[in-house]
T-cell receptor, first 114, second 113 residues
Framework: GAGVSQTPSNKVTEKGKYVELRCDPI?????LYWYRQSLGQGPEFLIY????????DSGLPNDRFFAVRPEGSVSTLKIQRTERGDSAVYLC????????????FGNGTRLTVT | AQSVTQLGSHVSVSEGALVLLRCNYS??????LFWYVQYPNQGLQLLLK??????LVKGINGFEAEFKKSETSFHLTKPSAHMSDAAEYFC???????????FGRGTSLIVHP
């Protein structure tokens, strides 16, 4: 079946602009995660959804970052007033509801803020 | 709290040699442990996971890992490296009551012919 899909694969934007990154998880997966990966680093947790609600958003770096999952499927990560430090690969993953279920990752969106 | 330490940002081996990638974790309760692999221009994919059923876990592509509670380690091994094993490897830990894995910084495996 289809895996996790992330669009766009690459996004270049100017400092101060608003961006939206989209994630389409595996059908039937109720858990959805956003991570951020900088060069030479491992994935850094941003936010976790269980169904439509954000169960844990403790990883969002500041209030410029926001994510939604209105129907419990597709999720959008929104970044306002982008800064050069936001440049990274944004990863989305989904999993079945279980503490030991592995995450299924998309290929990521590479965001570059100029 | 949970954390993961991967020793060595790069590991270089010859084709056919033993692969050993190190992972140590910090957890106050029994953890779930995972190894993921990321091939160039691809997403992370699961290699194997430990969930307390057996301390020696076998994964895909001939990899295995052993959970050692006394050493708080979950090192990844493969008896004989193949050129196609060249990739970035990530160790991850999550606690039983948490659904949020914490990832290590990753180890880049380089395989020489």
């Amino acid at each position: 079946g289809a895996g996790v899909s992330q669009t766009p694969s690459n996004k270049v934007t100017e400092k101060g602009k608003y961006v939206e990154l989209r994630c389409d998880p595996i059908s039937g997966h109720t858990a959805l995660y956003w991570y951020r990966q900088s060069l030479g680093q491992g994935p850094e947790f941003l936010i976790y959804f269980q169904g439509t609600g954000a169960a844990d958003d403790s990883g969002l770096p500041n209030d410029r970052f926001f994510a939604v999952r209105p129907e419990g499927s597709v999720s959008t990560l929104k970044i306002q007033r982008t800064e050069r430090g936001d440049s990274a690969v944004y990863l989305c993953a989904s999993s079945q509801t279980s503490g030991n279920s592995p995450l299924h990752f998309g290929n990521g969106t590479r965001l570059t803020v100029t | 709290a949970q954390s993961v330490t991967q020793l060595g940002s790069h590991v270089s081996v010859s084709e056919g040699a033993l692969v050993l990638l190190r992972c140590n974790y910090s957890s106050s309760v029994p953890p779930y442990l995972f190894w993921y692999v990321q091939y160039p221009n691809q997403g992370l994919q699961l290699l194997l996971k430990y969930t307390s059923a057996a301390t020696l876990v076998k994964g895909i592509n001939g990899f295995e890992a052993e959970f050692k509670k006394s050493e708080t380690s979950f090192h990844l091994t493969k008896p004989s490296a193949h050129m196609s094993d060249a990739a970035e490897y990530f160790c991850a830990v999550s606690l039983g009551g948490s659904y949020i894995p914490t990832f290590g910084r990753g180890t880049s495996l380089i395989v020489h012919p």
